[in-house]
């Protein structure tokens, strides 16, 4: 293999090894040490590719939301053109793409990082969790599928329902029968967040 195709291939392999440690363990519990000897390098040949640890991330981030915004978009596209799709199949629908990238809490892998950027990445890192999650979030809300509480902006509901998936991420905090499959859980869950614990008197 040519130097440069060599390059090419430990860089790729260099964000697929933090892709993976940054979403299970998130920010602060990855350390270059460990992305690298998953590749099988030493730590500063990592430091030839990436100057530190944030850039890694965040490059890691920026993939990681464009996956979810296409996702999140196309499953948009999808109920804009039906005629009454059910409201919690719908939201389920919306909330398999981000637990299909994310194997860990979304809200708590990007927002646990935030004091450990610099502030140029913490504004960055902030540009990407609005413009691929928040923004597709909030488009869902404003087509109509589920009517809002009054005075309950759409931008609101996106950012409550993503604070509110964390039970999906681990068996701590299982939602539904023990037995449920995932798509059973998750249909748990956004019955919780739509219509609440209690029957309305």
């Known amino acids: 293999m040519?130097?440069?195709?060599?390059?090419?291939?430990?860089?790729?392999?260099?964000?697929?090894?933090?892709?993976?440690q940054f979403?299970?363990?998130?920010?602060?519990?990855?350390?270059?040490?460990?992305?690298a000897h998953e590749v099988g390098i030493t730590q500063p040949a990592l430091y030839h590719h990436f100057s530190d640890k944030e850039v890694i991330f965040l490059e890691v981030i920026k993939s990681v939301g464009q996956e979810v915004q296409?996702?999140?978009?196309?499953?948009?596209?999808?109920l804009a053109a039906e005629t009454s799709p059910d409201p919690v199949e719908s939201l389920a629908a919306i909330t398999e793409v981000l637990t299909e990238v994310h194997p860990r809490d979304v809200?708590?892998?990007?927002?646990?990082?935030f004091h450990y950027l610099k502030p140029e990445n913490q504004r960055q890192l902030g540009m990407i969790f609005m413009q691929d999650?928040?923004?597709p979030l909030e488009r869902f809300f404003s087509l109509g599928v589920i009517d809002l509480q009054p005075h309950?902006?759409?931008?609101?509901a996106a950012s409550f329902y993503l604070t509110s998936l964390s039970p999906l991420f681990n068996s701590f905090h299982h939602v539904g029968p023990a037995d449920a499959s995932q798509h059973e859980q998750t249909?748990?869950?956004?019955?919780?967040?739509?219509?609440?614990v209690a029957v309305k008197k």
Do not use: M, P, W
Not at 3 to 13: G, I, K, P
């Open 187 to 196: 249909v748990a869950l956004i019955r919780l967040i739509l219509f609440g």
């Open 2 to 20: 040519k130097r440069e195709e060599q390059l090419t291939h430990t860089h790729a392999a260099i964000l697929k090894a933090a892709r993976g």
């Open 70 to 78: 296409t996702g999140l978009n196309q499953a948009n596209e999808q």
């Open 133 to 135: 999650y928040l923004a």
């Open 23 to 35: 979403l299970s363990q998130g920010y602060s519990a990855t350390s270059t040490r460990d992305i």
């Open 107 to 113: 809200f708590t892998v990007i927002h646990s990082s």
């Open 152 to 156: 309950l902006s759409a931008k609101d």
